[in-house]
């Protein structure tokens, strides 16, 4: 049940460091080495201050992420799966009381979150009964690492979130898969067997450094019999707003003859835009997460220095199912 609608989505630019001046920062302990590289820029420029540590995984950089965290006066919760709904409703409860009729600003650090979990809070952003929220997503490219092919198998291939599952109007409309390439070798063509579309798209990323674009393409040579020429497009990873109006494009011209299905690997500020997508469009787009568990080996990634994000403005709208 829906209370807010995405209103708008903008390109977002740093700026002066004096400006913006965000309610509340939302950020996430994990192992990466990155987690902390977001939220040590923006903490000055926030009047609260929060992380969601993880119960598990915790390896590489997890333990000095979370004493930086607790150091620099972060009210940190670490929580379940299950129990980081809850948290992410208290979190937005907490700010929006503090606030009367001026719209709530915060910035939300998804480097380090899960997919799972980067739905969940954009499903309570969704479910919010407060006023207007203006949420910058911000994200922090990692420095080039090679891939490590010692993946598991796929233990889950669904819908990310019952809100993302998707209906149709037409329920005799065939699906058209729509993914995100990345590092997941051959995970792609499992589920193409899996969901049998009629088409496939891939949107591509390319960064800075030439390694990842190689590596890329090399992780994803199974499909190049599956995905035509004239539907692989390359997107920048630095650039996600054009990223998004050319996913969302696409979105909107399949919705005559087909039912798109998101698969979000690669970069994480892709699945940012797969589910920014499905809510312009909502209920009409399905968001699918693709994971091997805790088969999926836990890689540590280093900030590159760049920060990247999307200004998303959600307002009240009458109640809908």
Known sequence: MIKHCLKSVKPWSQGTLSNPQYDALIAVVGYEQRSNYVASVFKHQSKRLFASAFDERKEHAYKSNLHWFEQQGFEVKESTDIDFKVWCEEILNKVDSEEEDNPIRICVDISSISRFRLAILMASICKHRGGVLEVDFLYAPAKFSPPNYQEGPIVTAKPVIDMFAGWTTEPAAQPVAIFGLGYERDKAVGVIEYIEPIGVWAFKPHGEDT???????????????????????????????????????????????????????????????????????????????????????????????????????????????
């Open 211 to 321: 390694r990842y674009d190689i590596e890329v393409t090399r992780a994803n040579k199974t499909l190049r019999d599956v995905v035509p020429n004239d539907h692989l497009i390359e997107y920048a990873v630095d650039r996600p707003f054009e990223c998004f109006t050319t996913l969302e494009s696409l979105i909107y011209g399949t919705f005559r003859t087909a039912r798109p299905i998101l698969i979000p690997f690669g970069p994480k500020i892709f699945s940012l835009c797969c589910l920014l997508v499905a809510c312009t469009h909502f209920p009409r787009v399905s968001v699918w997460r693709v994971s091997s568990g805790q088969y999926d080996l836990a890689v540590d990634r280093i900030a590159n220095g760049k920060i990247v994000g999307l200004k998303a403005e959600f307002g009240p709208q009458t109640e809908m199912v």
